[in-house]
């Protein structure tokens, strides 16, 4: 059995340890059956966000009329939009394979590993094992057991990404956040959109008022079918059909279905059970502040533990790591101040707490809450939003911040920042804010906390 100083599973935010350990001396494995980068590079955050940009562009043209600007669309070209994504996206995979390869004391093993017991991995017909074992492994798109499904082609996140033929109508499986992107996407490109969702709104993970918001501005834009459950699926001459339960029942014909229904741990293609590792009930890795897991000398981060799943998370727990293993500067992983975007149209953004959340805790707090068009740049955009702060029950220290509407993606960082240093309003009550900035909104809604 090959021995090695450290195991690194995953080559998203993994290869940050797995570089970082390599370049002072030690013998690193990566283990990688997928395309080098990870998820967010190849799959994820990257391509979409990137094929979502065409998205905008189309939608700001459609909007130019409202400015006094006459405009039209003569042509998309989709295939062309996905196939430069695609492009770029395989070149940085290539890229970053190339350079471990030729990189001294890494050994990349592209293929899928599993753990036959606490620190030993089978590859094949070879076995490692290690002192140290980082497990980034991720997650992937779950399955549903719709009769019907799976012997038809439908859609995944994964498969969205890459399809070079545009839907004339397609059908959306979920109401979260892959729904919610893909379907902007898709739909301000031209393709007819229908989502199926559920429960009685989309994206129940965000603070229910900002969710509440985004439903009722997405609906305006698709059809979304809520307290609706899909009873069995077909597929015959190019053509999805879809026999729904709900309000009342119908049948749906379409030429594409993406099921975006969540995702699952790749903690079973892993088999983390062999190593004595601990898991929840849905899959994910137990791990405590320090994200060490049940198992000594085994560390686990990312996707694969279930919280604050994004490529900016993976990266701070990675830097985490590095500090608490190997330069013995022990830090707990600060999730509260982790935020996370949804680039749909309209934008989401948040962090900390939500107010349900609170709620659950029984914690006594405060509401700040400001709309963009009571603002000078929310004229001037003809556009609508929302801004809310969640503090303490003096009104004094942040607890969560939630935005819906125009650049909540980058607007959300102030906040973030506020949070990160200190934690207080004054924060952002005590700086002046170039007028008439958008990020006025942002600070009204602190301004409006209540007293």
Known sequence: MKKFDVIVIGSGAGLEIASYAAEKGLSVALIEEGPLGGTCLNRGCIPSKMLIHSADVAENIKNSQKFGISSKIEKIDFSAIVKRVSRIVDADSNDIEKAIRGSKNLTLYKTRGKFIGPKQIQIGNEKIEADKIFIAGGTRPSTSPIPGLASTPYLDSTKALRLEKQPEHLVILGGGYIAAELAHFYGAL????????????????????????????????????????????????????????????????????????????????????????????????????????????????????????????????????????????????????????????????????????????????????????DTAMGGALQENGLAKVLTDERGKKILGVHIVGPQASVLIHEAIVAMKINGTVDAITQSIYIHPALSEWLQGAFFAIES
């Open 190 to 373: 031209g393709t007819k959109i229908t989502i199926l969702v559920r429960g009685k709104r989309m994206l129940d993970n965000e603070d229910s008022e900002i969710a509440n918001w985004f439903t009722n501005e997405f609906s305006k834009k698709y059809e979304i079918l809520f307290d609706t459950e899909t009873k069995a699926v077909s597929y015959h001459n190019g053509r999805f059909t879809l026999k729904l339960k709900g309000k009342k029942d119908k049948t749906i014909i379409a030429d594409q279905l993406l099921v975006a229904t969540g995702r699952k741990p790749n903690t079973d293609i892993l088999d983390v059970k062999a190593a004595g590792i601990e898991i929840d009930d849905k899959g994910y890795i137990k791990v405590n502040e320090y994200l060490e897991t049940n198992v000594e000398g085994v560390w686990a981060f990312g996707d694969i533990i279930g919280i604050t799943p994004f490529r900016h998370a993976a990266n701070n727990q990675a830097e985490t790591l590095i500090n608490n293993v190997f330069v013995d500067k022990k830090v707990p992983f600060d999730s509260l101040t982790i935020g996370h975007a949804i680039f749909s149209s309209p934008q989401i953004a948040g962090v900390g707490k939500t107010e349900q959340g609170l709620k659950k805790e029984g914690v006594r707090y405060k509401v700040g809450r400001a709309e963009l068009k």
